[in-house]
Structures are given as C-alpha cells and as structure tokens.
C-alpha cells in the first residue's frame, strides 16, 4: 500500500513561473490537505478538501489554487512563484474531513525553492 | 481562535534518559489532542492521541495524558533511543476540518 504520494520531490523554481506539486493518495480517503512546513512555524494549511468536488481555503491560502476532480488526486498550484513560496510542502489525507477524532496520512513532502 | 504551544527544542539527551516534552493549548470546545513524529526526511506520522479529558494516548512506549484541568497534553518517554531522534509536533482538533500543530520540538538522542 502506497499511501499518498507527491512529485516532485524536490523543485527549484524561477520567480514568476507556473508550478503544480502532484498529490495522490490510495486509501479512498474523503478528504484531503495541503501544509506548508517552514522553520519555526509548524504546519499551516493552505487548502482543503472535504470531498471530491469541493475545496477551501486554509490559514495561508493566497498564491496558491487547489481542484479535487476525483477522490484520489488533490494537486496544489502556484500560478506565478514568489520567493516566500519557498518551503516544504505536504499533502495529507484523513478519512474523514469533519471527524474531530481524525488522523491524518502524510505524504513524503516536496521542497520547493523559488529563486 | 484554538493554539498549541510547545516547548522549544532542540532538546539533546543521551540514551536512556527520560523524555518530556511539553504542550499546552486553548480550545473553545472539547478537542482530540495528537502528537505526531516527523523523522529526518518523512512526512508526519501519528505517533499518539487522546480524545477526552484523562484519556491517556500511548505508542511506542511513549505517552501522554489529556489533562483538561491544565489544558495539556506532555509527552513522556522513560528511557530513550537514538531511534528516537525526530521532530515532534503536538495537535489539536476541534471539530470541521482544520488541525492545528504546534511549531515543532527537535529532539537529539545521543548513543
């Protein structure tokens, strides 16, 4: 069982250009997340999912868009990279977006560098 | 609005020593309480979790106790490993969707 998987593993990005990290998880889990992990400030989230075919925003939302068309894809896109969008990138899924009790599932990450 | 705060690290101890590392939070409900482990390289994992007050979540011979009176939620270790060494993150959920953690605690094991 793979779990969820994300690609790229890594990235180096110039300022300005169109970026999608890739999130796929085999569990059949309904719901789905994306973090963004910098130095000293934990885990944010930028973008959720409770369901296939609906999204919302997170703590830390702008320059960033997400779709979920199905229940095992959930990509994040950054329509033009900043530096600050430099970071460690996870995607995470639960079985449930509304449970309290939830656990949620990471993936490996990707780390993304803007230049 | 709901927070997590922990103790900050690194923290360094040698084999076999006794491990805490505190959290305490502030919740407008009754949350579930987590702490999560991140080794070098890897997502998080769960490593525990405690879903009402004095429950005590275990794993690994790690644990933690929902304490609701002190809003806290300390995790112990009795005698570490340098396997141990990872970063540890301590969460809450209050409900709806979002998780909250903590900023993080590195703990260093020494053989």
């Known amino acids: 069982i793979a779990g969820i998987t994300q690609a790229p593993t890594s990235q180096i990005l110039a300022a300005g250009r169109r970026m999608t990290l890739r999130c796929t998880q085999d569990?059949?889990?309904?719901?789905m997340y994306w973090y963004r992990q910098d130095l000293g400030l934990g885990l944010r989230l930028i973008h959720y999912?409770?369901?296939?075919?609906?999204?919302g925003k997170g703590e830390v939302p702008d320059g960033y868009s997400v779709s979920r068309a199905n229940t095992d894809d959930f990509p994040l896109t950054l329509a033009s990279a900043v530096p600050s969008q430099t970071s460690v990138y996870f995607c995470?899924?639960?079985?449930?977006?509304?449970?309290?009790?939830?656990?949620?599932?990471f993936g490996p990450g990707t780390r993304l560098t803007v230049l | 609005g709901d927070s997590v705060t922990q103790m900050e690290g690194p923290v360094t101890l040698s084999e076999e020593a006794f491990l805490t590392i505190n959290c305490t939070y502030t919740?407008?409900?009754?949350?579930?309480l987590f702490w999560y482990v991140q080794y070098p390289g890897e997502g998080l994992q769960l490593l525990l979790k405690?879903?009402?007050?004095?429950d005590k979540g275990s794993n690994k011979g790690f644990e933690a106790t929902y304490r609701k009176e002190t809003t806290s939620f300390h995790l112990e270790k009795g005698s570490v490993q340098v396997s141990d060494s990872a970063v540890y993150f301590c969460?809450?959920?209050?409900?709806?969707?979002?998780?909250?953690f903590g900023a993080g605690t590195r703990l260093f094991v020494k053989a």
């Open positions: 995470a899924s639960s079985d449930s977006g509304s449970a309290w009790a939830d656990t949620q599932y």
């Open positions: 569990m059949r889990h309904n719901a």
């Open positions: 999912s409770n369901t296939a075919g609906t999204t």
């Open positions: 919740a407008t409900g009754y949350p579930s």
């Open positions: 405690a879903t009402k007050a004095d």
């Open positions: 969460a809450l959920r209050d409900g709806g969707f979002k998780t909250i």
